[in-house]
């Protein structure tokens, strides 16, 4: 496994580089027989599980984020709220806050003893009639207007955002934004499987041996599209539509409805990989040399490794999102889900003792 660390050298930096070199020790061995990459990410993210965090009642939570939109977070929270730390899970591209990496997360995560946010992106989870715009995969004005109430109304003490492929893209570009007026509330970010340049994943998971992953992408995008189409009538132009077969399609005919003029405008200011630069915050990505459709290079990128508050986790296998290990007799075999809220857990022990509380 190839593993790099960068986090802070600051007045925290020896606490900081024991938890770099914690989940650096913690390596990732795949579960046998799921040493292809296309297996482990179908297998990995499909598999049956049992999530403990559905024993916990959820508040079904509405924020107002602009005037004709609103968003939805199902709320885990612990009986002292107010003294514990908080984590913001964001999904993927056509995901929700049911999808198994965020419910395996948010298991974990409460059992850790944060309260947790299960977060629909902008449309996603059912809430197609809450807004008439569409989401996008550098959409970040919803969790700038919620991760504000969190702390402005709530008062949570900590706040943590743990984002999965599209949402780790968002939860990347959303800290790069806030650079120095970063609140001391937002205590850090982790993003696994984040697609941080979105051209090169355009072009990656058009290749004939994507052809899944894409073609299910699309139904599940032109399906939404027609159901929002439905709660907005004439919103949409529908005859956008024909001729699209690759990813770069829909994004040339549907992304001017977010203000972008193309497909490569979009990817040229949705991507977050030039926000990285100004995270001002500790931040965790972890990714697969070996995801089918997230090339492994833009990870390379000199203003990662420049930036002291990002840590990179490139693993040599583990595909898209799954990362599913071999059995360890402490933890199930979710590695990324672990690392995530290892992370944010080692975090929040640098907090001051009357500020947060955890098991």
């Known amino acids: 496994m190839n593993t790099q660390t960068t986090l802070t050298k600051s007045a925290e930096a020896h606490s900081l580089e024991e938890i770099a070199e914690r989940l650096a020790r913690r390596s990732f061995a795949p579960a046998a027989m799921l040493t292809n990459r296309h297996l482990m990410t179908i297998i990995g993210t499909k598999r049956p599980r049992r999530f403990s965090i559905l024993d916990h009642l959820a508040e079904r939570r509405e924020f107002q984020t602009e005037p004709d939109t609103r968003v939805v977070a199902y709320c885990h929270w612990q009986p002292d709220r107010l003294n514990r730390p908080t984590i913001l899970i964001v999904h993927g591209l056509e995901g929700s806050a049911d999808a198994g990496y965020v419910l395996g997360t948010a298991s974990k995560a409460f059992a850790a003893g944060f309260n947790v946010l299960r977060y629909n992106v902008r449309s996603c989870g059912g809430t197609l009639h ?6 996008h995969s ?3 004005v919803d969790l700038h207007f919620v991760v504000r109430e969190l702390i402005e109304r709530d008062r949570l003490p900590e706040l943590f955002l743990i984002g ?3 949402g ?7 800290a790069g934004e806030l650079g120095d007026d970063t609140p001391e509330q937002l205590r850090g970010v982790c993003a696994i499987s984040p697609p941080i340049d979105l051209e090169s994943c355009s072009r990656a998971i058009a290749r004939p041996e994507n052809f899944i992953y894409e073609i299910r992408f699309l139904r599940s995008l032109h399906k939404t599209l027609r159901e929002k189409n439905r709660h907005f009538p004439g919103a949409y132009d529908l005859n956008r539509l024909n001729g699209v077969r690759h990813l770069w399609d829909w994004d040339d005919a549907m992304q001017p409805y977010n203000g972008f003029r193309d497909a490569q405008d979009y990817y040229n200011h949705a991507s977050s990989l030039p926000f990285i630069p100004s995270i001002r915050v500790p931040t965790l990505l972890i990714h697969a040399e070996d995801d089918p459709f997230i090339p492994h290079e833009p ?3 000199a203003r990662i490794a420049a930036n002291p508050q990002v840590r990179l986790l490139m693993t040599e296998r583990g595909g898209h999102v799954a990362f599913f290990g071999q059995r360890q007799s402490e933890e199930d075999r979710a590695w990324a889900e672990n690392r995530a809220v290892e992370f944010c857990r080692l975090l929040a022990f640098l907090a001051p003792a009357s500020r947060v509380v955890l098991p």
């Open 168 to 174: 780790g893209n968002q939860s990347l570009k959303f």
């Open 299 to 301: 990870f390379r990128d």
């Open 130 to 135: 809450l807004s008439p715009k569409l989401y």
């Open 164 to 166: 999965f492929s599209m």
């Open 138 to 140: 550098g959409l970040t």
